[in-house]
């Protein structure tokens, strides 16, 4: 779906000054996907809305790296979850599996088709990248597709489509030490692979998200080694990006992901704590510059509540879901008032 930002509301929100008078938070739906499910463990959550509800896919299995690690999926259509399905795993043959992990659901707004890209292999220093398509809303998925070497596809954070119809694949990669954020694009058919590099800087940045501005500005935030969240900024539509810099947002090393509402607000979810992942928050902004906390999701003594994943539906609808103490995916629908 393409992203079109509101200029005019954008304008106005700046002329205000929204730091001063920002929206509430309301809280429609909180719950877990699932009580019970075939795994004791869980991780990496992705959301894209369905013609029949909000599809959700994570990975489980005994523990991330496990060979029995698994890309499940659940449906949530008329108010309720379907019970988790296993939709992709790393097994080679009869005597041999490799874990899986990070699937990123993307659906493509012409066709209707929905693509889980997803990866396999022992960690992710030596781990490749795969998808399968769905042209039935996710009941069924076609063979594992491996993605072009050299590239990966969308690490953790969802693909976007540009204005000129580009789909633009949010990535990183991790070796001998060293972490660093890239983008990848191909036609809208996954055709076409191209891989445009990032001067990383001074930083070590994975998994990036990516926001929308007026006039073909984009922004990515990532994930960083230096107690921060990063940022590089686009003003080509996506085809150069600035060197990596600090957003100034205290971070802990963990996933993040953001949305560009309809209405031009940006939104961030992320642990904003030096060590542990026992608070998550929802950020919002303007401008991808001055960030504000809106709403603390969690706050506690101890526990893990991390790598989210957030998209808005076309009823307005924001959703989001992320990791419960590894045992769980939890759900939260919500809208600003």
Not at 242 to 250: A, N
Not at 254 to 270: E, F, H, M
Request: glycine share 8%; charged share 20%.
């Amino acid at each position: 779906m393409k992203h079109l930002c509101c200029l005019s509301l954008f304008l106005i929100f700046c002329t205000m000054g929204y730091a001063q008078k920002l929206p509430t938070v309301e809280i429609l739906d909180s719950e877990f996907i699932y009580e019970t499910a075939p795994f004791p463990s869980c991780h990496a959550s992705t959301l894209v809305e369905t013609p029949e509800g909000i599809l959700a896919s994570w990975f489980g299995g005994s523990y991330e790296r496990h060979p029995d690690v698994s890309i499940y999926t659940s449906l949530l259509k008329d108010g309720k979850w379907s019970s988790p399905v296993m939709v992709a795993d790393g097994v080679e043959n009869k005597d041999f599996r490799n874990p899986t992990w990070n699937p990123v659901l993307y659906r493509n707004a012409d066709t209707g088709q929905i693509v889980l890209f997803y990866k396999e292999g022992p960690n992710p220093r030596e781990w490749w990248g795969l998808y399968k398509t769905s042209e039935d809303g996710g009941k069924t998925w076609s063979k594992a597709i491996q993605i072009p070497p050299g590239m990966l596809g969308p690490v953790k954070n969802k693909s976007v489509t540009l204005a000129d119809g580009t789909l633009l694949h949010p990535s990183s990669f991790e070796t001998n030490g060293v972490w660093s954020m890239h983008v990848e694009s191909t036609t809208s058919d996954i055709k076409n692979w191209k891989k445009t590099e990032i001067d990383n800087g001074n930083f070590h940045a994975i998994q990036p998200t990516v926001l929308f501005y007026p006039n073909g500005k984009l922004q990515m935030l990532a994930r960083t080694q230096e107690d921060v969240i990063g940022t590089t900024w686009s003003m080509d539509g996506g085809k150069t990006w600035s060197t990596v810099e600090s957003t100034g947002l205290v971070h802990n090393n963990s996933g993040i992901d953001a949305v560009t509402l309809k209405s031009g607000i940006q939104l961030l979810l992320c642990n904003p704590i030096k060590d542990g992942r026992n608070k998550l928050s929802l950020f919002m902004s303007m401008d991808g510059v001055n960030w504000n906390e809106i709403y603390v999701l969690e706050d506690q003594p101890k526990g893990e509540f991390s790598y989210p994943a957030i998209i808005q539906a076309k009823d307005g609808t924001v959703h989001l879901t992320y990791t419960y103490n590894r045992e769980k995916i939890k759900h939260v629908a919500l809208t600003l008032k």
